[in-house]
């Protein structure tokens, strides 16, 4: 029970300092580490298919885009600095 | 008219939006605590939500789906049609990214992201992934193959398989990964396992029978052959996941599938 | 009334990630952020799901002998659709944030709507 209790909190406390952080790469590595805690919760409430499918397509995928995402953004970012610079 | 043109007090009602905001959210969480008195305790035999919907899974899931494993019996033979929509979904997503990603004129960016692309020689990641890719390969074809029989299915076992390509991509380049995947043999696995799984599933479209057998003799629950329909539909599921895993990296990463 | 509230700290915890998942889609100003809300608001309720299908002493809904009593497959199910699902539409809205990004540089929504105001359209 106090298992079950502090992954629950460390899953409200993860959610806020998501939106907390300045920097979108914490947010994203934060959000991560959220799915990765719910996928052991699932575990917690006896559903493995639920932590299998949390553990492959939340954290892995969604983490992988949003982090391919960011480095899009950057590159953008980059090019466009440049284009003012001369 | 002109949507987005605020007149002078729509402009002072906005600088109250947070406020409206914080308290619609605020309003909106207590409203979920206090309706959540109201709830029986948590994991109570006789709650209401275990009804009589699943007490017919479980008893007669395996006889009628061979399945040890309820959910997957559950999600590919009962309601297996809900699944075929929900594999479309993601098909449909890729063609949407495939649409909106693509660069009418091509721009700076992907120039540079072209000129940038290869050689990968980056020995700690290549090495790695030597070790890697094919543990993660065999364990994606495991996790499909015993979704009957175990935790998993198509869906986790095909993002393993995709995340794997994705690995692959990320250390050796997409020029070398193109030699087994890409974007024409993306389009024709993901539409033969799609035509696939509607051949063998829409009939329940029209038939309005929420189980029919399939002449597939079910088999000795347990084995890896067994179950009837659920092992070829997860391994279309698997399919179509994985493909769009991959294409969805590669369109986010590149701009376009080759 | 309020006699259980204490052991359904499964729920409560749902109801609190979908109050702060909402108020981040309501008030953060980045489109990533606001993304991430809407997958944090989404977990909240498989959470509330999940507990629903919960059965304390129950076993994992996988037939083995001598088991009585499985916790209830149905919410399982479903949850496992709506993971699939929340994917596919993040993958779909970070297509259109690269879309805006590509045409306005910026993630901000409040500079993004002046950037369009200006633009006219």
């Known amino acids: 029970m106090y298992l079950e209790m502090a992954l629950l909190l460390y899953l409200i406390v993860a959610a806020v300092t998501v939106f907390l952080r300045q920097r979108l790469l914490d947010a994203v590595i934060i959000y991560a580490s959220y799915s990765v805690v719910l996928s052991a919760v699932w575990l917690l409430l006896l559903a493995p298919d639920l932590a299998i499918t949390e553990a492959a397509v939340a954290t892995g995928i969604s983490g992988v885009l949003f982090f391919v995402v960011l480095k899009r953004i950057q590159a953008m970012d980059a090019e466009h600095s440049l284009d003012e610079e001369v | 008219m002109n949507l987005f043109s605020l007149s002078a007090w729509r402009h002072r009602l906005l600088r109250y939006y947070p406020l409206v905001a914080l308290s619609l959210t605020v309003g909106i969480t207590a409203l979920l605590l206090v309706t959540l008195a109201a709830l029986p305790p948590l994991g109570e035999v006789g709650n209401p939500s275990h009804n009589l919907v699943s007490l017919k899974y479980i008893e007669d899931g395996l006889g009628d789906t061979g399945a040890l494993n309820i959910v997957a019996g559950m999600i590919l033979d009962y309601r297996a049609f809900d699944t075929f929509g929900e594999a479309c979904v993601l098909f449909t997503a890729t063609c949407a990214i495939i649409i909106l990603l693509r660069s009418d004129t091509p721009d700076a960016y992907d120039t540079m992201l072209h000129q940038m692309e290869e050689p990968h020689t980056n020995i700690i990641l290549q090495s790695v992934s030597f070790l890697l890719v094919g543990i993660m390969l065999v364990f994606g074809c495991y996790v499909i193959a015993n979704g009957h029989l175990s935790p998993g299915g198509g869906f986790s076992g095909g993002s393993i398989l995709g995340a794997a390509l994705i690995l692959y991509v990320n250390s050796y380049g997409i020029r070398r990964a193109s030699h087994f995947i890409n974007f024409t043999i993306y389009r024709r696995l993901v539409s033969f396992s799609l035509l696939f799984y509607a051949a063998f599933k829409g009939y329940s479209f029209f038939m309005g029978a929420n189980h029919l057998p399939s002449g597939i003799p079910l088999g000795k629950p347990g084995d890896l052959l067994s179950a009837g329909l659920i092992l070829p539909l997860n391994i279309a599921v698997g399919c179509v996941v994985a493909g769009t895993v991959y294409a969805i990296y590669v369109l986010f990463s590149q701009g376009e599938m080759r | ?121």
Not at chain 3, 95 to 121: C, F, H, N, P, W
């Open chain 3, 1 to 121: 009334m309020w006699l259980y509230l204490r052991e359904n700290y499964y729920q409560i915890t749902a109801m609190f990630l979908f109050g702060i998942g909402l108020s981040a889609l309501l008030l953060d100003r980045n489109l990533v952020k606001k993304l991430i809300g809407l997958n944090i608001c989404n977990s909240g309720i498989y959470l509330f799901l999940a507990a629903q299908g919960y059965i304390r002493g129950g076993a994992v809904p996988i037939v083995a002998d001598g088991v009585q009593l499985y916790i209830n497959p149905v919410p399982t199910g479903l949850i496992l659709t709506g993971i699939v699902i929340s994917v596919s539409v993040t993958a779909f809205a970070l297509a259109l944030v690269v879309r805006l990004y590509k045409r306005y540089q910026t993630l901000d929504i409040d500079e993004l709507s002046k950037l369009v105001v200006k633009e006219g359209m």
